[in-house]
Nanobody, 125 residues
Framework: QVQLVESGGGLVQAGDSLRLSCAAS????????MGWFRQAPGKEREFVAA????????YYADSVKGRFTISRDNAKNTVYLQMNNLKPEDAAVYYC??????????????????WGQGTQVTVSS
């Protein structure tokens, strides 16, 4: 079965950086678009970033554009989210996600079928 395991969350101050990792198994990783989502307390889960199966295309939510970078290493079955200049409003549980279908670049929440357990990111002001 598909397993996604996130790591790298933590407590940082505003302006700091973090890099999240997501190790995937149970799927042919290099043929699937991957995404990152986040959910803050009392809010719906929202899209953050997506990357095509080749890594050649990326897509970001406007709120993180220019500060976050999604990347992948298909040899390691891992997708990353580099988060720079973190703001208090970035605080949330961050989830890695994979679709069941082989989309070139999946950008909608309804396109994703598999989810990790999440990793907490806390940003103090």
């Amino acid at each position: 079965q598909v397993q996604l395991v996130e790591s790298g969350g933590g407590l940082v101050q505003a302006g700091d950086s973090l890099r999240l990792s997501c190790a995937a198994s149970g799927l042919t990783f290099s043929t699937y678009s991957m995404g990152w989502f986040r959910q803050a307390p009392g809010k719906e889960r929202e899209f953050v970033a997506a990357i095509s199966w080749s890594g050649g295309r990326t897509y970001y939510a406007d709120s993180v554009k220019g500060r976050f970078t999604i990347s992948r290493d298909n040899a390691k079955n891992t997708v990353y989210l580099q988060m720079n200049n973190l703001k208090p409003e970035d605080a949330a549980v961050y989830y890695c996600a994979a679709p069941a279908a082989s989309y070139y670049l999946a950008t909608g929440r309804n396109q994703y079928d598999y989810w990790g357990q999440g990793t907490q990111v806390t940003v103090s002001s």
